[in-house]
């Protein structure tokens, strides 16, 4: 166990952070070793990192899962460790044939980060084809299955979303099959794959690739954590309010909830001049105004002020409240 550790390089906003104390995951023997005592607020479970906006300081103990692949199939379903890169299962499902997570290529982190926001992307949301998610408790030493329903799933959201329980998730169980349906709900995509009569689950997740490099920026060239906020979930009485004012505000129907609608963060933060908009090194990217970027050196300060001003802007001329999706710590 180390103490003092910066994890600048294991957060995707390369933000200087150090933390009390720093362990490394690579295995479940590493996850029993983990001290029993500690509480729920003593620990920090760091993965990809890719979804975290870290304090300068962080007064707790930090386990971090190490990036090392490991899938199996196991009755039938693709089992894969924690630490096992998300986009890499992508790859190797699409290699066998298997299909229900070829939408989701090139999403940043872990396989066990997945179900904690539910990522989701294209169409189609971890949800659809999770099966269980297996947590260790170090408090207790023990392991436990969760169902998919046990999850709570919805949109970015699940049971994991607020780490009230000494759990760090340690496989997940999936169902990928190679008879799935493909998916091109979403306009982009199918406009994509337009000229495309019969695509296979290869075709579809370099279609996906595609599309996110020519929108989002590659963490590995402009630090940042894709979408910050969440996309706001509205009655249609609101809805109605705002699209009488705002003709072109996009709205989109949520699969379960007849009565409301969803509308897309980056259009609201755009009309309120956010998108390439810039406060020191921390910035709104120029193409999508949803992703908040580090330009260099940007100070937690200076991202936690860009937020609030953002916030602020889109409640009082919306009157919507934005919702981060990326983790605050
Ligand atoms: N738009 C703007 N201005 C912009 C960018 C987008 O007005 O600068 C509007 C356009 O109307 C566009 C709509 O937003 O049609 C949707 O844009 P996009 O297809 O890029 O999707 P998004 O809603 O911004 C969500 C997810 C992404 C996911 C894509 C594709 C959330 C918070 N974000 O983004 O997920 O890749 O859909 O499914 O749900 C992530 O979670 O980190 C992430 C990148």
Known sequence: MDSHHNLKQFNTLGLDSVCDRYVRINSLSDLEALPRD???????????????????????????????????????????WAGTSWHELVVWAVSKQLGGIENLALIPGTVGAAPIQNIGAYGVELKDVLV??????????????????????????????????????????????????????YPALNQYLADNKNPNYADVAKAVTEI?????????????????????????????????????????????????????????????HFKGKRNGDAGFYDKHALILVNYGQASHRELMELIQSAKKTV???????????????
């Open 212 to 272: 996110r490099q020519s929108k989002l920026p590659n963490p590995s060239q402009l630090a940042n954590a894709g979408s910050f906020f969440k996309n706001p979930i509205i009655n249609r009485n609101t809805a109605e309010r705002l699209e009488k004012k705002f003709k072109k505000i996009p709205l989109f129907p949520v699969p379960d909830k007849p009565d409301m609608l969803k509308t897309s963060a980056a259009w609201l933060l755009e009309k309120c």
């Open 38 to 80: 500690l509480k729920v607020s003593e620990v920090l479970v760091l993965a990809g990192g890719s979804n975290l906006l870290l304090s300068p300081e962080i007064n707790r103990l930090v386990a971090h899962i190490q990036p090392r692949n490991h899938i199996q199939l196991e009755d039938n379903l693709v089992v894969a």
């Open 132 to 185: 269980w998610v297996e947590v260790y408790n170090w408090q207790t030493g023990g392991y436990h299955r969760l169902s998919n329903e046990e999850c709570h799933f919805s949109y970015r959201h699940s049971l994991f979303r607020y780490h009230d329980q000494p759990w760090i998730i340690s496989r997940v169980g999936l169902d990928l099959r190679p008879n799935r349906p493909i998916n091109l709900s």
């Open 315 to 329: 409640k009082s001329k919306f009157g919507i409240t934005l919702e981060e999706e990326v983790r605050i710590v």
